[in-house]
């Protein structure tokens, strides 16, 4: 088995403990301006996955899987025990994960532009093709690894995108944090994968944010924090009518 990664991370504000988990080929600057402001509310965590930001690539590969375990030795070790978990993009997926094989570590679950299958993307990542300078520049400015191996961790997501199994929907049922789905109405994550990922979760309740694309977090930066922020500290009104939620037999302030 790989062994666990140490991922660098900044920490900001006091209360009760946020874990921010970035998107992939980037890393937690990524919330810079959005959701970092939520350490007004919150002792906010803010690290960076294996092979991204500051923290260095370790040998084999880079799978959901094993950021996941990463993460959950993070939870474990430095924020100390369970936390609410926000998680963009790959983040997400890393969260679900996360969240499904260690419910007791999660205490609510935020999952923006997050995808469990990598189907439910418009495009999967490639290895191969250039890369947008600006991302590469960001990489080498805090990178342990330096510029030149930003190819190798990019071929890396890029197998695992192609070769790791994805969940059955039913396993997502695991999960037992109440759950925010949030994606923008022109996302890289289709809209129909976004519906079955919420439908798929039993405490789930879903978003779509308008004229927003996957860069949801710099297009409506106010928005979304607001959003997130309300969802991580109050509890769910009941609904009026409630028909799906009626279905599942969960209770609606669940």
């Given at each position: 088995?790989?062994?666990?990664?140490?991922?660098?991370?900044?920490?900001?504000?006091?209360?009760?403990?946020?874990?921010?988990?970035?998107?992939?080929?980037?890393?937690?600057?990524?919330?810079?301006?959005n959701?970092d402001?939520?350490?007004?509310?919150?002792?906010?965590?803010?690290?960076?996955?294996?092979?991204?930001?500051?923290?260095?690539?370790?040998?084999?590969p880079?799978?959901?899987?094993?950021?996941?375990?990463?993460?959950?030795a993070?939870?474990?070790?430095?924020?100390?025990?369970?936390?609410?978990?926000?998680?963009?993009?790959?983040?997400?997926?890393?969260?679900?994960?996360?969240?499904?094989?260690r419910?007791?570590?999660?205490?609510?679950?935020?999952?923006?532009?997050?995808?469990?299958?990598?189907?439910?993307?418009?495009f999967?990542?490639?290895?191969?093709?250039?890369?947008?300078?600006?991302?590469?520049?960001?990489?080498?400015?805090?990178?342990?690894d330096?510029?030149?191996?930003?190819?190798?961790?990019?071929?890396?997501?890029?197998?695992?995108?192609?070769?790791?199994?994805?969940?059955?929907?039913?396993?997502?049922?695991a999960v037992?944090?109440?759950?925010?789905?949030?994606?923008?109405?022109?996302?890289?994550?289709?809209?129909?994968?976004?519906?079955?990922?919420?439908?798929?979760?039993?405490?789930?309740?879903?978003?779509?944010?308008?004229?927003?694309?996957?860069?949801?977090?710099?297009?409506?930066?106010?928005?979304?924090?607001?959003?997130?922020?309300?969802?991580?500290?109050?509890?769910?009104?009941?609904?009026?009518?409630?028909?799906?939620?009626?279905?599942?037999?969960?209770?609606?302030?669940?």
């Open positions: 088995m790989t062994d666990i990664v140490d991922m660098w991370y900044d920490e900001r504000g006091a209360g009760d403990p946020v874990v921010l988990l970035h998107g992939g080929l980037t890393d937690s600057r990524c919330f810079t301006g959701l402001g939520l350490a007004d509310t919150f002792r906010l965590y803010l690290p960076d996955r294996r092979g991204h930001g500051h923290t260095p690539d370790a040998p084999g880079i799978t959901i899987e094993l950021m996941a375990q990463d993460t959950i993070f939870l474990e070790r430095t924020v100390g025990g369970p936390a609410r978990l926000v998680g963009y993009s790959a983040g997400g997926t890393v969260a679900l994960w996360v969240a499904m094989h419910p007791d570590l999660v205490e609510r679950l935020v999952l923006i532009s997050a995808v469990y299958d990598v189907d439910g993307l418009v999967k990542p490639q290895a191969g093709g250039e890369m947008p300078a600006a991302m590469v520049d960001d990489y080498a400015e805090v990178s342990p330096g510029r030149d191996h930003f190819p190798v961790v990019i071929g890396k997501i890029a197998e695992a995108a192609a070769t790791e199994p994805s969940p059955d929907p039913a396993d997502l049922r037992t944090a109440r759950t925010l789905v949030l994606a923008g109405d022109d996302d890289l994550v289709t809209l129909d994968h976004t519906v079955r990922l919420f439908r798929a979760l039993p405490t789930a309740e879903l978003t779509v944010l308008p004229n927003a694309s996957h860069l949801l977090l710099m297009e409506h930066a106010e928005t979304v924090r607001a959003m997130i922020q309300k969802f991580l500290t109050t509890e769910a009104a009941p609904t009026y009518l409630p028909i799906a939620r009626a279905r599942r037999g969960t209770p609606e302030a669940g």
